[in-house]
């Protein structure tokens, strides 16, 4: 059997294994939109932990992930 250039191309799963923002804060007990409008609403860390009543590390945390990924971490390789 001969190898072909395509090899490998779409042979990526269309899911990821980071769970999306919207897991996250609801495994926090938050709801995922009204955190996203909060940070619009410039609130920061603390404000937000108070807020949501969680830690500071919890609100750091879904945060960088929303930098990060967005909403949305899924990504397909076909």
Request: charged fraction near 25%.
């Amino acid at each position: 059997m001969s190898k072909s250039n395509d090899d490998g191309k779409g042979s990526f799963p269309p899911w990821s294994r980071v769970p999306s923002f919207e897991e996250m804060a609801a495994e926090a007990g938050i709801d995922g939109a009204e955190f996203l409008y909060s940070l619009r609403d410039g609130l920061d860390i603390e404000e937000l932990a108070d807020k949501y009543k969680v830690s500071s590390p919890t609100i750091q945390s879904l945060y960088d992930h929303f930098m990060r990924y967005g909403v949305s971490s899924v990504m397909g390789g076909d």
